[in-house]
């Protein structure tokens, strides 16, 4: 595996895939967000700026926040990764 880099916040994050998080998917994004890469909770998520990926301590969180994300027009944005 390669080098992978950075702690995006929800808002970093909504830069990048230029859509505007309603205040609600903020507050979700923020209460599940583990500031440290490593060993990260089945029900926390820790977003990479290298490269752009969501990493997600279970399937299910990964799931629940694909589609939180889905739930906006992603196509003018960066591609974002999502895994667990």
């Known amino acids: 595996m390669g080098i ?3 702690n995006l916040t929800p808002d970093q994050i909504a830069r990048r895939l230029k859509i505007e998080l309603t205040e609600e998917h903020k507050k979700q994004l923020l ?3 583990q500031q440290k890469a490593e060993d990260i909770a089945k ?3 820790h977003c990479f700026d290298i490269p752009f990926m969501m990493v997600c ?3 299910s969180t ?3 926040f694909r589609d939180l ?3 906006y027009d992603l196509s003018k944005g960066e591609m974002f990764r999502i895994s667990w």
Do not use: C, N, Q
């Open 4 to 6: 992978m880099l950075g």
């Open 31 to 33: 209460d599940a967000w």
């Open 43 to 45: 029900d926390k998520w």
């Open 57 to 59: 301590g279970s399937k």
């Open 62 to 64: 990964a799931e629940r």
């Open 69 to 71: 994300f889905l739930t």
